[in-house]
């Protein structure tokens, strides 16, 4: 005789087809633990990035350990204080061909060198795109392999005012080798992904029509509580066949957030673009979309004017300004700050909505990592480039602050993949990879 040993084989014994799966499977009078559900947990990444580094003495905390204030860059995080991880002695140890913005993006989530090409970029020699798959993509291609943890999308490239022209600064994501992903920075372009259409409007019809099927047949040996859940399901199935009956069959309606209309791309727009590539965000992640992220703010040499600020000179050009001159010091402060306001808005939203089917909030399973191309702007230093991340999705130990001793920056990606379900042994270039992840839990 078969035994059903999990909820899902429970249902597909009964004749649930997959797509009454999600409506049932989290109903707690099948008698199943909460251990199906632990097993479930919906994990998520987003790595946010800014450009042309930080003001030192103004970002990184004095204080190794628990007990750190937050200087005047990372302020915004005062509320998620107790959820972030703030790493100081990260470094980016890729060598080789490109100026120091090219491999400070092109190597930032690669962990590899560039290949040799004919971008010419300051004073180094030219090079092209990255030699391998940036982590963030790896970790998709894990969770998509998998019936259990593959998504519509697998992953979503959000970006703000990156340029229109494709070459080495302006790409962080690969695929793979010499296979840059250019982020989607149009948040009209975007919604249109997310919530487009739907072609094959019978194909969905048939579907309702089995799902009505399926509740039937479990309605029948489940609780009071449950059927009860299973009636508002049902109503759900129905009223959108209705909606399909009724519309002129080409859309099948859904809740899907609102937009405010008519923003421009443009450099003044930036922080109005950027509240809605967050809310797109926080959207497609409580719809299961996807559960890897990206948002790219400009690009490596970044030249955005942020005159909302009071500041009229381009992010880049005041980059190179000495540290001797404190105005500017100041301004590029104000600069990061906004930054960090940005993650922490995104912090808000994700904490503000419950995770669906319970466990939480969406931040209580979602880590976002800001970082940087750069250390430090004036000097291109690759050494001590931020690296901040807020949430609990990877379980790494958060409300510190770590003194690292000048770590490659591999042993960071490895320890994001491990976070994410992925046990990479080595990422990127292998030589960095040798002492392992970073132990963060």
């Given amino acids: ?16 087809s997959a797509a009454a799966m999600p409506f049932v499977l989290n109903l707690p009078s099948l008698g199943f633990c909460n251990e199906q559900v632990a097993a479930t947990r919906k994990k998520r990444l987003v790595v946010m990035f800014s450009p042309n580094g930080i003001v030192p003495n103004t970002f990184w905390p004095d204080e190794d350990g628990e007990n750190f204030t937050l200087k005047e860059s990372l302020q915004p995080l005062e509320p998620f204080k107790d959820k972030s991880l703030i790493l100081h002695g990260v470094c980016d140890k890729i060598r080789g061909d490109g100026d120091g913005h090219m491999r400070g993006i092109g190597c930032l989530l690669t962990g590899i060198e560039l290949f040799p090409g004919n971008i010419q970029g300051g004073s180094d020699t030219p090079a092209g795109w990255s030699t391998g798959i940036s982590i963030d993509q790896e970790i998709k291609n894990h969770l998509q392999a998998s019936e259990a943890t593959r998504t519509r999308f697998g992953s979503l490239e959000f970006g703000v005012m990156v340029p229109d022209r494709a070459d080495t600064w302006t790409r962080m994501v690969y695929a793979g080798p010499n296979k840059p992903i250019a982020p989607t920075d149009d948040p009209y372009q975007m919604f249109g992904k997310l919530y487009g259409r739907l072609k094959d409007q019978e194909s969905l019809r048939s579907v309702l029509d089995d799902l009505q099927d399926d509740l039937k047949k479990i309605s029948g040996i489940v609780s009071k509580e449950d059927k009860k859940l299973l009636d508002e399901h049902a109503t ?13 069959g080409t859309t099948a309606t859904h809740a899907v957030p609102q937009l405010e209309p008519g923003v421009r791309e443009e450099n003044d727009n930036i922080p109005k673009i950027s509240k809605l590539q967050i809310e797109l ?22 030249g955005a004017r942020m005159k909302w600020l009071g500041v009229e000179k381009g992010h880049h050009e005041l980059s190179h300004e000495p540290d001797s001159n404190e105005e500017v010091q100041k301004q590029l402060t104000r600069i990061n700050k906004w930054y960090c306001e940005q993650m922490a808005y995104l912090a808000k939203r994700l904490a ?24 430090k702007g004036n000097s291109h230093t690759p050494d001590n480039v931020p690296f901040v991340l807020v949430g609990g999705g990877l379980d790494f130990k958060t409300g510190r602050s770590l003194k690292l001793p000048m770590v490659a920056h591999n042993r960071l990606l490895l320890s994001l993949a491990h976070g994410m379900g992925h046990p990479l042994e080595k990422f990127g270039n292998p030589k960095f990879c040798e002492e392992g992840p970073l132990s963060l839990s």
Wanted: proline share 4%; charged share 20%; glycine share 10%.
């Fill in 1 to 16: 005789m078969f035994y059903p040993t999990s909820r899902r084989q429970f249902l597909s014994a009964l004749g649930i």
């Fill in 352 to 375: 503000e909505t419950p995770e669906p089917g319970g466990n939480g909030s969406l931040l209580d399973n979602t880590t976002i990592m800001w970082t940087n191309e750069l250390g």
């Fill in 236 to 248: 759900f199935v129905r009223e959108l066949e209705q909606e399909l009956k009724a519309g002129d």
């Fill in 281 to 302: 965000m926080v959207n497609s992640f409580a719809a299961d979309f996807a559960r890897v992220a990206t948002l790219q703010y400009t690009n490596s040499v970044g």
